[in-house]
């Protein structure tokens, strides 16, 4: 470019002034060469480190869309599992309703409407689960009976026994012991 046409002018010059001008000339056309080289290097580099970002963001990208495919067939087969879960249920309590005292089935749909949907209560440490009241012994020896519905005394709502895990533990081995 510049640089050879100045270098083959350095032959034609005929003074020592406009020699140095030209060897000035070159000096300055040599360093513009090497500082447009050294930005273009760094560029490439640059693009490389973009690059390398960019592929590995496209992997992430590609594990997290793969993981989150995963996620979503786990859900809907949990959501199909509750379905068919509740719809056996469903089946369950039209066959058992019918069984029951009206009485006892009106009770439980009045608190079910009272009570925003949450009419049974379980006994979970000699306290009713839902206001954490304790529940009179003389209660619960009635409830563990299971002879009649019992109401909390504080809330209102049906209360219901429920073992303990320790204690079917311990009623399991009982039975195998005998």
């Known amino acids: 470019m510049q640089i050879g046409k100045y270098k083959r002018q350095t032959n034609e010059v005929k003074t020592n ?3 140095a001008a030209l060897l000035k000339e070159i000096e300055e056309s040599e360093r513009k060469v090497d500082s447009l080289e050294e930005a273009f290097i760094s560029e490439m580099l640059l693009e490389d480190d973009i690059q390398k970002e960019i592929r590995a963001a496209n992997l992430k990208l590609s594990e997290n869309q793969e993981k989150l495919t995963r996620e979503k067939e786990q859900v809907f087969r949990k959501k199909q599992d509750a379905e068919a879960r509740a719809a056996l249920l469903e089946s ?5 309703v019918p069984q029951l005292p009206r009485e006892q089935v009106a009770l439980y749909l009045r608190l079910l409407h009272n009570k925003g949907g949450n009419a049974l209560s379980p006994v979970t440490d000699d306290f009713c689960a839902t206001c954490h009241v304790r529940v009179r012994p003389q209660v619960l020896n009635e409830l ?16 219901y026994w429920k073992e303990k895990p320790e204690d079917k533990a311990e009623a399991e081995a009982g039975a ?3």
């Open 17 to 19: 002034k406009e020699y």
């Open 92 to 96: 369950q309590k039209a066959e058992l």
């Open 144 to 159: 563990r009976e299971a002879r009649k519905v019992i109401l909390c005394e504080n809330c209102g709502r049906i209360l």
């Open 176 to 178: 195998k012991a005998d």
